[in-house]
């Protein structure tokens, strides 16, 4: 007994060095157990049992242990104790002992393995977006804070992803889609990263290294990777540009800021560009449909004077027109210039109003209409072309007047609200349909047999030039109104 004994202490003492001995622990419990003929052996079964069974994860595998050094127990125990039927009972409870062990065991170790799996996540989640599997703000700023403390020198560069709106339209998700596919993108152009983070939505974080020709691998993922987005940039070099992690993450953040506005200034002037050659375009279109009209029509009448000695006498009148025509398409054209801005001056827009008046009240009664001027504030001053102002006002006057094939009223109002003053210029004719004011002032559109419809969109364009706005709104019979709102002059 003293000697198996002696020597299951042994094994239990040496198993981790030489972990053969695991496997013939068995047999010294058994000797020990059959020498001794103690009862309580039973409990060095059980730790011999989960002292075995401790790495195995499923009870199939640990029940056959289990029961087989039961049986082992119960076997040695009847050999020493009368046979029974208590003593079979007892053997009986020893073997239902040790299934429940097992299953408390495995209970135990599964409930453990789920809390020590849910902290992992937790952590992860802590430290990680769970949308990329890159590092949040939090994992960030874990890496800045160890690379300093490891006293290494860094670069880190921040990028910012723009305009990927439609981008990879086929996904159920394309912002996420695209999101994933750049984090996914970064992490293999740069492998030797100490950290790579995705934080304030769009934007990433890479924690690199001192390496060589840094620019030109951001470059290469710029052009061959995230084609197709916009992103800007900023590499920020640690000790280099500040001793102090503060410091250091505020300047780098003021240059990818700066970088983001320089890029979105670059953006607003293309977009400028583009409506600005796209109304080009429609001008140039609409000139060139409106004069080839005329043309076509001189021409054939040149034509027809060839049959008779080029004698145009009978079309005289009509080609003449014509070419009054095409004189005045020029002329309005020529007058979507700019003002010029030595004509641009602080004016009282009253005395504005008063010189239109004067200018149409014998239009309107020669026309059998009526004119009323309303001016609630005589000291409003706009800084303005005087006479461009008065081509703006009259030409919705006379449009006013030719809407009305009856005698009617035109009623003109001057008010300040505020920073601006507004001038209402109303008619009582037939109005305008709803399906004409999206493009009333619109270049060359025209409900007049014989207009150009260049006049409203010239209006437009004056007004715009003084940084005012020019609306319309319109009740089948019952007239139009056209206002226009323009800027005080706050010196006067």
Known sequence: MIVTGILLIISIWAERRYPFLTWIQWLILGAFHYFSQLNWCNLLYYMLII??????QRMVQTLPISLLLMLQYTIIRLSYVPIEPYSLLVSLFDLLTAVVVIWLYHTLMNSESEQRKLREKNRFLTLHDPLTGLLNYEGYMQVLHKTLEEERSFLLILLNVNNFSGYKKGSDDPWCAVITGIGQKITNQFPEAYGISRYAGDRFA?????????????????????????????????????????????????????????????????????????????????????IRNPLTAIRGFLQLSRGQSFNIAPWYEVIMSEVT????????????????????????LAHCLERVMSLTESDAASRGHRITLHVRDESVCVNMDRDKIVQVLINLIRNA????????????????????????????????????LTAIFNPFFTTKEEGTGLGLALCQKIVQDHNGSITVSSEMGEGSTFTLCLPVESGE
């Open 51 to 56: 002292s075995m069974i401790q790495d195995k």
């Open 206 to 290: 890479i924690v690199l290294p001192q390496i060589p020709y840094i620019e030109e691998r951001i470059s290469s993922l710029l052009s061959n990777q995230l084609q197709g987005l916009q992103v800007s940039y900023s590499i920020s070099r640690y000790p280099r540009l500040s001793q102090t992690l503060q410091q250091f993450m505020t300047i780098a953040e003021d240059q990818l800021i700066e970088q983001q506005r320089s890029q979105w200034i670059k953006n607003e002037e293309e977009v400028f560009r583009s409506e600005r050659l796209r109304a080009v375009g429609e001008l140039a279109a609409g000139m060139a449909h409106e």
């Open 325 to 348: 025509r095409v004189t005045d398409l020029t002329g309005e054209f020529l007058q979507f210039s700019k003002p010029q801005a030595h004509h641009m001056k602080p004016e009282k």
């Open 401 to 436: 007047f030719e809407a009305m094939s009856d005698p009617g009223e035109v009623h003109i109002d001057m008010i300040q609200e505020g920073d601006n003053v507004l001038i209402s210029i109303a008619d009582t004719g037939s109005g305008i349909p709803e399906r004409s």
